[in-house]
């Protein structure tokens, strides 16, 4: 498949360029919160990409339709709603999920990332372009909760992959990789604080590899 | 006439258009809660069977526990707000324990609630926690899930450790907790021994079908 260099544009902002995680630095209460597992981070990205792949893609659909006064609050109620519609089907039809993410499933509203998306995207650009730019947004943020998560997860417990078991079934039960045996853990990793200092050195590392190729 | 025309275009259809979103989406988020309310609650359910069925030892019991519901008034000793549910389970016909649901009000994130199986001797035969909101990655080590930490429980009763000793170690007493969360298994164990002291108090009519 031939990726149009408007797509590859949008992919590279997400991903790189514009990463909500660690150069726009919006989104931080769930990267914070959620990224002291890989298996947390990874669901409350896929979920936010879920979130904002539909929001876009809505709000580019009515994008004629609303005045431009109303435009933030319209843009809040579609979120909310989509937000509640995910959390409802996740807490039927994947309700190990649900319990893993509990509070930070609705909490995705809450998250600045997908509003500033729509409103500096999705609200003056066509439909397909705009869901691309949330997938792309979302695994941005993904890929910075997953990095942090690991990351906090090896310091704080010496495992990896830890607790797939609890979000998919019996069947992931031995993913688990024990990176230290034995380790004693540590804590700072786990708390909030972690979060800090590890998006501190991703941000760090993401400006030194910049500042290379430049 | 200038004037009814702005109040119309700025005021008037701005709120038509918002009222006409607003009413979408609660059409939308009805149906969504009515296509999936029964798998929520199939779901809800299937979960709190899981943790009915551990709260007693396998084997003790051989009724369909989700179906031997009996009310339990709110008394402080429970840490109950409304009145909730015992479930009595039998073997071969005779009351072999009951499963009391009790709360504690104290967790660092508001309330844990708690399934309390107790045999009829007084022993504990099980403690699982259905819900709470305990720091995730630190307090939530509660859920058997994650770790055998509320297994613990297991075998005590109101005299087995005596009074002084049903507190977190760090108090002095027997139970074990993670360092850096005691909020969570002191309210814990605190809930488990005022349960155990409520079960003392109706054990005759909580082994049976009567009210206590």
């Not at chain 1, 990332?113 to 995207?121: G, Y």
């Not at chain 1, 031995?174 to 853990?185: A, E, S």
């Amino acid at each position: 498949m031939m990726l149009g260099s408007e797509t590859r544009d949008i992919f590279y902002n997400g991903l790189w360029k514009q990463n909500p995680g660690i150069i726009q630095l919006l989104g931080l209460c769930p990267l914070l919160a959620v990224s002291n597992t890989v298996v947390n981070a990874l669901a409350l990205g896929l979920a936010t990409t879920l979130v904002m792949a539909l929001s876009n893609g809505s709000v580019a659909l009515i994008r004629n339709f609303i005045p431009n006064a109303l435009r933030i609050p319209t843009f809040v109620l579609l979120i909310a709603v989509l937000v509640t519609i995910v959390t409802l089907v996740i807490q039927a039809y994947a309700q190990p999920l649900y319990l893993v993410l509990g509070i930070f499933l609705p909490l995705i509203t809450t998250n600045c990332i997908v509003l500033a998306r729509v409103e500096a995207f999705a609200s003056k650009q066509p439909t397909v372009n705009s869901i691309l730019d949330g997938i792309a947004m979302g695994l941005g943020i993904t890929a910075v909760l997953v990095t942090l998560g690991a990351l906090r997860e090896v310091i704080g417990k010496g495992t990896l992959f830890s607790g797939f078991d609890l979000a998919l079934g019996d069947f992931a039960r031995n993913w688990t990789v024990t990176v230290f045996p034995d380790y004693p853990g540590f804590l700072l990793a786990i708390l909030p604080p972690g979060a800090f200092f590890g998006l501190g050195l991703l941000i760090a590392l993401r400006n030194a590899l910049q500042s290379r190729k430049a | 006439m200038k004037r009814i025309k702005h109040w119309v275009r700025d005021i008037l259809a701005p709120a038509a258009v918002l009222l006409l979103f607003s009413a979408i989406g609660a059409l939308l988020l009805s149906g969504t809660y009515q296509t999936t309310a029964p798998a929520i609650e199939k779901a809800e359910r299937a979960i709190k069977n899981q943790l009915l069925a551990q709260a007693l030892p396998p084997g003790s019991f051989d009724n369909d526990l989700s179906r031997a519901i009996y009310p339990l008034p709110t008394d402080p000793l429970l840490g109950l707000k409304r009145p909730a549910n015992r479930y009595l389970a039998t073997r071969a016909g005779q009351v072999s324990g009951v499963i009391l649901e009790a709360s504690a009000q104290d967790g660092y994130a508001g309330e844990i609630r708690l399934l309390i199986g107790i045999l009829p001797d007084g022993r504990i035969g099980g403690v699982r926690v259905t819900t709470h909101h305990e720091t995730p990655g630190l307090g939530d080590y509660i859920e058997v899930a994650r770790s055998p930490w509320i297994r613990q429980f297991d075998g005590t009763s109101l005299d087995r450790p005596d009074a002084a000793h049903w507190k977190v170690r760090k108090e002095g007493g027997l139970f074990d907790y993670v360092a850096g969360a005691t909020v969570t298994p002191r309210a814990i164990v605190k809930a488990v021994h005022s349960s155990l002291r409520y079960f003392a108090a109706h054990r005759a009519e909580l082994l049976s079908g009567e009210a206590p």
